[in-house]
Antibody, heavy 121, light 108 residues
Framework: EVQLVESGGGLVKPGGSLRLSCAAS????????MNWVRQAPGKGLEWVSS????????YYADSVKGRFTISRDNAKNSLYLQMNSLRAEDTAVYYC??????????????WGQGTLVTVSS | SYVLTQPPSVSVAPGKTARITCGGN??????VHWYQQKPGQAPVLVIY???DRPSGIPERFSGSNSGNTATLTISRVEAGDEADYYC???????????FGGGTKLTVL
């Protein structure tokens, strides 16, 4: 059974940093691209970042470029999102999602349950 | 940047057919994916590559894509289909994923 479990969310002050993790199991993690997608309270889905299976291709939304860094450790079946210079508008539930795509992201076929990040003073 | 436009809400009676549109400039040239999200839950992929259905998704869910509009069609709507639905495309000109604003499906 495919499982994706996010962790690392919490309350952080504006300008602060946070590192999200996503533990994957039930599939060959190293064969899949992965995505981070967020959802602000009461709002729609917003794509954040994508990384290909071997980390050769990495993409960011304009809203987080230069502040967030996506990475993965295939040996640990884990995906990460390092978030720096956090702003109030980064407050959201952050989902990790599996993506069968390669250089070009495809659809996200499995999603975790999300972790809440709150940026507030 | 590429913009996807969805109606904020669609209402349909049980047993009828719901059509949720996703508009975008020449969207027919892109691959469209659709997600269903129920309150408090993670999104679920219901249609990928315009019209393919993942395993476990009922045949009542179908998709089409042509011109400037992609459409998610739900036949014989059930109360359990009530949810938010989002369309998504990969914009290769900017290397960005784009989501539509979402459509709330209400089953009357």
């Amino acid at each position: 059974e495919v499982q994706l479990v996010e962790s690392g969310g919490g309350l952080v002050k504006p300008g602060g940093s946070l590192r999200l993790s996503c533990a994957a199991s039930g599939f060959t993690f190293s064969s899949y691209s992965m995505n981070w997608v967020r959802q602000a309270p009461g709002k729609g889905l917003e794509w954040v970042s994508s990384i290909s299976s071997s980390s050769s291709y990495i993409y960011y939304a304009d809203s987080v470029k230069g502040r967030f860094t996506i990475s993965r450790d295939n040996a640990k079946n884990s995906l990460y999102l390092q978030m720096n210079s956090l702003r109030a508008e980064d407050t959201a539930v952050y989902y990790c999602a599996r993506d069968p795509g390669g250089q070009i992201p495809a659809a996200s076929d499995y999603w975790g349950q999300g972790t809440l990040v709150t940026v507030s003073s | 940047s590429y913009v996807l436009t969805q109606p904020p809400s669609v209402s349909v009676a049980p047993g009828k057919t719901a059509r949720i549109t996703c508009g975008g400039n020449n969207i027919g040239s892109k691959s469209v994916h659709w997600y269903q999200q129920k309150p408090g839950q993670a999104p679920v992929l219901v249609i990928y590559y315009d019209s393919d259905r993942p395993s476990g998704i009922p045949e009542r869910f179908s998709g089409s894509n042509s011109g400037n509009t992609a459409t998610l069609t739900i036949s014989r709507v059930e109360a359990g289909d009530e949810a938010d639905y989002y369309c998504q495309v990969w914009d290769s000109s900017s290397d960005l994923w784009v989501f539509g604003g979402g459509t709330k499906l209400t089953v009357l």
